[in-house]
């Protein structure tokens, strides 16, 4: 009989370690945050005081409650899990980039039910008078025609594609998965960064990240109730099947990835596996009889709808990016002709404009009659000279960043840069005031995360998912991004941030009260 | 299922199965050195031999000892077919198309592949326990058929998957013992030694198949060993065995009956196995054994561009579509 040596020996040893940790722990004290600071910043788990949040005081009480060195343990077999599972993410650079595992920290962060509705319900109205938006600025312009957005801004908006002007995708629907990056500052407020309505990513580490706490602290896990995110891909299949052309019953769903090598792989074969769509690339496609297909080994089979990861210039060499390998040729005549359902629709990037972004308050109040119910975070427009001053005098407390450009690439962060940065990005500046806004360096939120065996605040963001199909769905929580170095603000996965599980806690009545009073 | 997809599978699986095949090779021949106190440094290279690659051994490592034909067949990863280089690409394969694997299957290729990657990247640049280490990359292929067979549907998945295997494995029979083979008969008259019966012993061990033989035909005897490697329909690494899974498995892609064919792959392999049923193994020996193989070897390339014509390449690929970095091979 064979034996799996290597492993069985790791495993033992492992639990050797565990059984010895558990033996010494009445000698020891358990682990505390006594130590832990709040630092003067907005902290996720405890107030100024260093008392725990009414949502996060169970999951406090339990970490309190290990023996010392076992949260540590956990965080192992945690990356373990992630190791064995290969969850991985590809970062670029190099020749064919380098795959790494994805970084997550064991100590999740709670949001309390309550505050995590009001933030929902701001979402909500967010996603819908965005989409108005779009559809609007491919049909008549209203928005431009009543003054409210220069009409310049629109038409030198690198989203904008001429090509979109007078589609008609299925309810007037446009932006079916986004992935709006939220912050919190030093008084709590949750602000929008942005509201990554192309391709936003994450999703799947946010299913892995909750299988992984259930696995590793799951005496923490079954004391509170944590709002699940297991449907998120049920979801994602009802929101695909509502946008099948006309007439077909049983649509028969693809992903569209750039491929092996695009840092989002790994999310987008989980995805194809959890709603049991073919993940194709480029070159799987044709169009075929006016209809969009698929090589199988049983000869061309057709795609009713196609959830595409890859950029809007890449899918279609014909009509977008001549150079493109990623799109298939013929792509939009399908989709124009209604025979094909594709999230999202092509052109949404064109509120993805981080000027436009600007003025999401205005759509807001114009679409809906409403105000706005989650802030945006204040936006200087270089394009008006006045703002470019402002900007260019204060570079040094402001972030800077281009309008078009995702994944944390291309941006000042003012306080933490050199003069020699500056000087040069203010040249950057002044060569295309258009594609550029500043905003002041908010103070953000942070969360104790496990370093060795200390825990230690770091900065987080929050990006939650919302899918719009015939109805939206709003995941609870989403994708808590980490900072992993101490003081860093960059929590983009490329650039050396970590992830944490979400968890929107919902519990007894007093709690929002309390939470309202702290 | 998408022709990329299928074609990955095929190739995962086949480079699956020769990592094991090679860690088999390996396995055997460590314990026929302890076995046979003394004996000739030439017991290392068939092993290269096997694979067809010498040119390439001879040209990076010079005179084959154990040490230098474990690393070459192992751990180096310049050389396309060594343990380590097969686990690469395999686990590439498995990664591209692991929304189609059961996670079970997928998380064992994941370990064996870091389980390999390891051992290349010590400091010692080679297994601390060989035995343990061939015995473990043995046993997980094992393990990957064995979840392979339990979480599969028998749909395209398994039938690709299953191909790959089988295909794989008869080629590494057939080349096993025709590097065996000139080394043990150089002619047909010639009656062997104990020490022969060592040899032939461990070659069987190498293929899983001793206990077998000794069951089902006894005593040693050349003609006997071939036997059951080649025509026998029941030994699980026959070629005969092999070939008809493999002719099995695709033709449950079409649904067409055995005795004729639909496309150029069944036409191909029914004729190889009509072949193999109907050889008498003194016939094999009538026409020379390597003579025999050679030719099996040459319908077995057939088998795969066949396939490959009428599975993964059946449409010209559309205007501006970029055919490179799909085939992993």
Known sequence: MFRFCGRNGMWMAK??????????SHVRSPMRFSEYQVDGFFDEMF????????????LAERIEKLPVGELRLRQQSAEQALHDMGITFYVYGGEEGSERIWPFDIIPRVLDGAEWDRVERGLRQRIVAINHFVHDVYHEQKIVKDGIVPEELLRSAKGFLPACVGLEPPRGVWCHVTGSDLVRDADGTFYVLEDNLRVPSGVSYVLANRDLMKRTLPEVFNRVSVRPVADYPTQLLNMLESIAPEGVDAPTIAVLTPGRFNSAYYEHSLLAREI????VEGEDLVVADGALCMRTTRGLRRVDVLYRRVNDEFLDPQVFRPDSVLGVPGLMDVYRAGRLGLANAPGTGVADDKVIYAFVPDMIRYYLGEEMLLPNVPTHLCYKPEELAYTLENLESLVV????????????????STRAEREAFAERLKADPRNYISQPTLSL???????EDRVEGRHVDLRPFILYGEEIYVMPGGLTRVALQPGSLV????????????????????WALEAEHA | MLSRVAENIYWMSRYLERAASVARLLDVNLE??????????????PLVDVTGDRPLFNAAYGAPTMERVSHFLTLDMQYPNSIVSCMIKARENARIVRDHLPMELWEEINALYHFVLQAAQSQEGAPSNPGAFYRH??????????IAQDAMMEGELWRFFRAGRMLERADKTSRILDVKYFILLPDVEYVGTPYDDIQWAALLRSLGGFQSYRRFYGRISPANVVHMLVLDGAFPRSIRYCLGEADHSLRGLTGSAPGGYVNAAERVLGQVNAMLAYTEIDSIFLQGLHEFIDGLQARMNDVDAAIFETFFAPFPSAPGGNGSGRRTE
């Open chain 1, 47 to 58: 107030d100024a005081g260093m008392k725990a949040r009414p949502a996060a005081k169970m």
């Open chain 2, 32 to 45: 026929l050195a302890l076995d046979l106190p003394g004996a000739p440094g030439t017991m290392w290279a």
């Open chain 1, 401 to 416: 960043k281009p309008a078009n450009e995702s994944g944390g690439y291309g941006i000042l962060v003012g306080p933490k």
């Open chain 1, 15 to 24: 639990e050797r370690m565990i059984a010895g940790e558990l033996n010494q």
């Open chain 1, 276 to 279: 049991g769509a073919e993940l």
């Open chain 2, 137 to 146: 990359v043995k046993g997980s292929g094992m393990l990957l058929g064995g």
């Open chain 1, 445 to 451: 939120s942070r969360a104790p995360v496990l370093v």
């Open chain 1, 491 to 510: 929590v983009n996965s490329s650039q050396g941030g970590g992830s944490k599980d979400t968890w929107v806690v919902d519990g007894p009545a007093e």
